[in-house]
């Protein structure tokens, strides 16, 4: 088998792509990007990071600014501080202490005065004669028992009722900012969920469009390897076998200029001149009406069509060439009922499912090449007839009519 | 004409920013002027613990005056010092108490600025922050000239700094931008002041094959310098270059130059060289295929200079302000925020080998025109000139007394921090500042 890609083009992989990494050194550098057009040292470093930061957002999918994403996670932040769930209260001081400062819970002046125990306390009085008198009958007083573990104790409650607001006060405050550290974390993490959603958001759509994009590929390839496995050697009865029709001309004079035309069905080598007819005469059937063309329309001749090297720029606009060629017309049907032999005659091709490939015609993928189907060829004394005894050059007479050509058989 | 120069540390071998610039300084100045440098005895920054011995000394040809530190800095003292004054409202006196513990305290060292009443036309104070360069501009505010080096960073808001802005003769700032910070904290538009940076000692010929050859850098790869710190973006850096080598199949290299102060990610693609000389430096750079400089805080990047002297463009910190600003610029450099602006940045300058070299020239033509040496120099040499023809402006502000200074009314330096212009400056405005 020869290969007809090798050195000259690039492999059949690279067919269609374009992208930057595809394409050589000395094209890259024919092509400057926008800033430096003008020549000189014309960078704008600003343009530049608009630019890339357009393209990140559009990576992205979703091209939200930051205070969009702020907008959307408070929204989020609402709908998880559902005041059905929470108390409101709860929910107020959550805002509340969110932006109030710290430090006006540590001036807070706790509700309760401070108290202050003294000796002289339990014998105060507003009326200076009342605290007199008191005063006057300490001495009798202390007769009877003895005030001061009393005086000690209230003290020591009075020390300790300060020292538990002023701890009160300070976990007040430290609630605050733990408060305000709380809902800012929430908040940050809002922000963040809403963030990463948005990016899995638009990385889901970005894997539901390859994944189509494969599943297509992958239906093109069975619908490819169908129409190969049918251009394996069909014994049609009451038809002459193609292959057999085909194969002398190469061996035959070229005396005819449609000679050559049939060489590639056998040696793999494909003339210009042929192409150039075989598109001709695609254009002219493209041309016909649909209900003309399926009264007309009989399988094609995959040996021919899948020999026929199609290019990226004949790929491109396959839809509505799909009829014609080989490759194209193989339905994207599963591989095993691709692979069905398909009687000749039949004359209703499968119908092209179109519904994959609108979703990929402006970006058609990478074509895949179909190496020749190794058609075992008859032996030579077999698949010739004897050439007749005329005396008509022998090339003329294996050239059969119909050989140059073989797509006109069908019709 | 006689100047000082009075710097928290100086040496050969000292490599911080603001240090390496006061030198870059000094040792180009003198040329022209009589310089003398006054500095502590401290090599170390985060203690400043005395190292050299103090008294005279000499490097590369400057002398030098060092002064003993009278105590090291604690830095879990200065930690909550900084949370305090960074985080709440507190007073002037925190304030003071937060410089105290920054240090470096020196008190010979001010005896010294104080001393020099006739010694000195002009003394260049460096590092706004630090102690010596506050209580030096409050020792001789007539004669001090403010080189400050600040980042945008919580320490800059701090009030006890403003004063200092509006009372000294002039300003040397480093960027654009730090001048609009500056200025936008301390409304000090009457004090003199001029965008200068700094140059850098560019060899005159590198070779990148050698530097190929002695580090075994066969692929192609990205070039930080400079210490290995979070503080720096570093952790920052090593994610997104981590991220980008799962999403991408490019061979590429993350080279660093620097001492690490964190780990570094044993990667097979991060490469750490180590602290190289200056000429294996500047060989590596000139073999990288772009510098890159993660740092949130900068007021100006030399090693972003250095790269662009030698042609070869920048990716930077989009979030610092001063290093967008001069990406911006001089068109040299793409700038990150995130890790996709990171991978779609640094694609665009490895794929476009055009637009990377455009860059390079164009960073080549800024650096020329912005930072060489005979533009610094000139810069530096017109505004004493322009000093000793002027009356000197307004008196420094005194510190307020005892009860006032410890009132708690200044706001917390976050907030202060916040509330300043920001954002990268476009365009040079002052036509003084563009030199022919």
Request: include cysteine.
């Amino acid at each position: 088998m020869v290969d007809q890609n090798q050195g000259q083009r690039r492999g059949h992989f690279h067919r269609g792509r374009r992208g930057s990494d595809r394409r050589g050194i000395d094209r890259r550098s024919q092509q400057p990007p926008p800033q430096e057009r003008g020549g000189g040292n014309q960078v704008d470093v600003e343009q530049i990071m608009r630019e890339i930061r357009g393209r990140i957002a559009q990576r992205q999918g979703i091209d939200l600014s930051n205070q969009q994403i702020q907008d959307l996670a408070a929204r989020r932040l609402e709908s998880i501080l559902d005041p059905r769930a929470i108390k409101p209260s709860l929910l107020d001081a959550l805002r509340r202490s969110a932006g109030a400062q710290a430090q006006r819970a540590a001036e807070k002046i706790p509700n309760e005065p401070a108290f202050s125990f003294e000796d002289t306390t339990i014998y105060d009085s507003h009326r200076g004669l009342m605290r007199f008198i008191r005063r006057m009958l300490n001495p009798l007083l202390k007769l009877f028992f003895n005030p001061n573990p009393l005086i000690r104790a209230l003290h020591i409650q009075a020390k300790l009722n300060v020292e538990a607001a002023e701890r009160d006060a300070e976990r007040d405050r430290r609630q605050t900012e733990w408060n305000a550290l709380h809902y800012e974390i929430v908040q940050r993490l809002v922000t963040e969920v809403s963030r990463a959603t948005l990016e899995l958001q638009a990385q889901s759509l970005r894997v539901e469009s390859l994944d189509a994009k494969v599943e297509f590929n992958e239906r093109r390839v069975r619908g490819i390897e169908g129409s190969v496995h049918r251009a394996r050697p069909q014994v049609v009865p009451g038809r002459p076998e193609p292959s057999a029709v085909s194969a002398p001309a190469p061996e035959a004079e070229p005396a005819s200029a449609e000679a050559p035309v049939a060489a590639p069905a056998e040696g793999g080598q494909t003339s210009e001149s042929a192409r150039r007819r075989r598109r001709r005469r695609r254009g002219r059937r493209s041309g016909m009406g649909s209900g003309e063309g399926q009264q007309m329309a009989a399988p094609p001749r995959p040996d021919v069509a899948s020999t026929v090297e199609r290019r990226p720029e004949e790929s491109k606009g396959s839809v509505e060439h799909v009829p014609d060629t080989g490759i194209n017309e193989a339905p994207p049907v599963p591989f095993e009922r691709a692979s069905a032999p398909t009687p000749f005659e039949h004359p209703v091709p499968t119908p092209f499912d179109h519904t994959p490939l609108e979703h990929t015609l402006s970006e058609p993928p990478p074509i895949v090449q179909i190496e020749p189907p190794p058609i075992e060829l008859p032996p030579m004394a077999a698949a010739v007839p004897e050439p007749p005894p005329a005396p008509e050059p022998p090339a003329a007479a294996e050239a059969p009519p119909s050989a140059p050509d073989p797509d006109r058989h069908e019709y | 004409m006689n100047v000082a120069i009075v710097v928290q540390r100086y040496g050969a071998d000292i490599s911080g920013g603001a240090e390496l610039h006061a030198r870059y300084i000094a040792e180009r100045l003198s040329s022209r002027i009589q310089i003398r440098v006054l500095t502590t005895c401290a090599r170390d920054h985060l203690t400043w613990r005395n190292e050299f011995p103090p008294g005279a000394d000499e490097v590369n040809g400057i002398p030098i005056e060092r002064f003993r530190v009278a105590r090291e800095r604690s830095l879990r003292d200065f930690g909550i010092r900084s949370r305090r004054v960074f985080t709440r409202y507190h007073s002037l006196q925190e304030e003071l108490d937060w410089l105290q513990s920054e240090g470096p305290v020196s008190p010979d060292l001010l005896a010294r600025l104080q001393r020099s009443a006739g010694e000195f036309d002009f003394v260049v104070l460096f590092s706004v922050r630090y102690h010596q360069a506050y209580y030096g501009a409050r020792a001789i505010p007539g004669r001090a000239v403010l080189v400050p080096t600040a980042e945008r960073e919580p320490a800059l808001a701090l009030a006890i700094f403003q004063p200092i802005f509006r009372g000294v003769r002039a300003i040397m700032y480093n960027s654009l931008e730090e001048r609009a910070a500056i200025q936008g904290l301390a409304h000090n538009e009457d004090v003199p002041g001029v965008v200068v940076g700094v140059g850098s000692m560019i060899p005159a010929a590198t070779d990148p094959q050698r530097a190929r050859q002695v580090f075994s850098l066969s692929r192609p790869f990205v070039l930080y310098v400079g210490r290995v710190e979070e503080n720096k973006g570093c952790a920052e850096l090593f994610d997104y270059f981590q991220r980008y080598l799962e999403s991408s199949r490019r061979d590429l290299d993350l080279v660093l130059i620097g001492t690490p102060a964190m780990p570094i990610p044993s990667h097979p693609r991060i490469r750490h060289l180590g602290f190289v000389s200056d000429q294996d430096k500047f060989d590596v750079l000139a073999a990288a295929a772009a510098l890159v400089m993660p740092s949130y805080f900068e007021s100006l990047s030399m090693v972003a200079l250095e790269a662009w002297a030698l042609g070869r463009p920048v990716l930077a910190n989009g979030r610092c302000d001063v290093l967008q600003g001069q990406c911006i610029r001089s068109n040299a450099g793409l700038y990150y925020e995130s890790a996709g602006d990171f991978a779609a940045a640094l694609d665009r300058l490895l794929d476009d080998a055009g637009m990377a070299d455009a860059m390079g020239r164009n960073g080549r033509q800024y650096f020329a025109q912005h930072y060489s040496w005979p533009v610094i120099e000139r810069k530096y040499l017109d505004m004493f000139d322009r000093l000793a023809a002027a009356s000197p402006g307004r008196p420094l502000e005194p510190l307020p007394g005892w009860f006032a200074r410890r009132r708690p009314t200044v706001p917390a330096a976050l907030d202060v921090l916040a509330s300043l212009p920001s954002g990268p400056a476009r365009e040079y405005q002052s036509a003084s500042e563009v030199p022919a």
